[in-house]
């Protein structure tokens, strides 16, 4: 079991490291339904970092998954509580619902969590704004890890932004 996860996590870097693949990727489900899928992008913080990655369904009613990945030798990644996306220094902020732990290895853990389809846009829209700031914090320990976006973060976040349909 432990080296599935292990390939997982080594399947989501190499993914990051692609830089020829397209930064989003969509399906066609039934019904007339996409679900979109944002690659694996890096966060990086004080002695943690952070893969991320987002699948939007157009389904309706349907919350948008994201996926992230915790690594660091200096925290516990096993106590993250949620990961908090915060627009223009706290004026708007969007935190992730129901945060589960996937798998933990010895230095880092993967989660999932959602967030909605509404929340997800308004995050998309800031990139397309480059006046907007963002930052995001993880909660771990009962404290606030502050992340920066890469510009891979930002670049798959602006092609999201023009490419998603919001039905």
């Given at each position: 079991?432990?080296?599935?996860?292990?390939?997982?996590?080594?399947?989501?870097?190499?993914?990051?490291?692609?830089?020829?693949?397209?930064?989003?990727?969509?399906?066609?489900?039934?019904?007339?339904?996409?679900?979109?899928?944002?690659?694996?992008?890096?966060?990086?913080?004080?002695?943690?970092?952070?893969?991320?990655?987002?699948?939007?369904?157009t389904?309706?009613?349907?919350?948008?998954?994201?996926?992230?990945?915790?690594?660091?030798?200096?925290?516990?990644?096993?106590?993250?509580?949620?990961?908090?996306?915060?627009?223009?220094?706290?004026?708007?902020?969007?935190?992730?619902?129901?945060?589960?732990?996937?798998?933990?290895?010895?230095?880092?853990?993967?989660?999932?969590?959602?967030?909605?389809?509404?929340?997800?846009?308004?995050?998309?829209?800031?990139?397309?704004?480059?006046?907007?700031?963002?930052?995001?914090?993880?909660?771990?320990?009962?404290?606030?890890?502050?992340?920066?976006?890469?510009?891979?973060?930002?670049?798959?976040?602006?092609?999201?932004?023009?490419?998603?349909t919001?039905e």
């Amino acid at each position: 079991m432990k080296l599935i996860h292990t390939y997982t996590v080594m399947l989501l870097t190499l993914l990051i490291g692609c830089s020829s693949g397209k930064p989003v990727e969509s399906f066609l489900m039934t019904e007339g339904r996409t679900l979109y899928f944002v690659r694996p992008t890096q966060l990086t913080g004080k002695d943690v970092d952070v893969i991320i990655d987002f699948t939007h369904n157009t389904t309706p009613n349907k919350n948008v998954l994201c996926n992230f990945t915790v690594e660091s030798s200096e925290i516990n990644t096993n106590t993250v509580s949620s990961l908090v996306f915060i627009i223009n220094s706290s004026k708007d902020t969007i935190t992730t619902t129901e945060v589960k732990q996937l798998f933990r290895e010895e230095e880092f853990t993967r989660y999932t969590s959602s967030i909605t389809p509404t929340e997800f846009k308004n995050m998309l829209e800031c990139f397309a704004n480059d006046d907007c700031k963002f930052s995001i914090n993880l909660h771990a320990n009962k404290q606030a890890i502050t992340l920066s976006p890469s510009s891979a973060f930002k670049k798959s976040a602006k092609s999201a932004q023009k490419i998603l349909t919001w039905e």
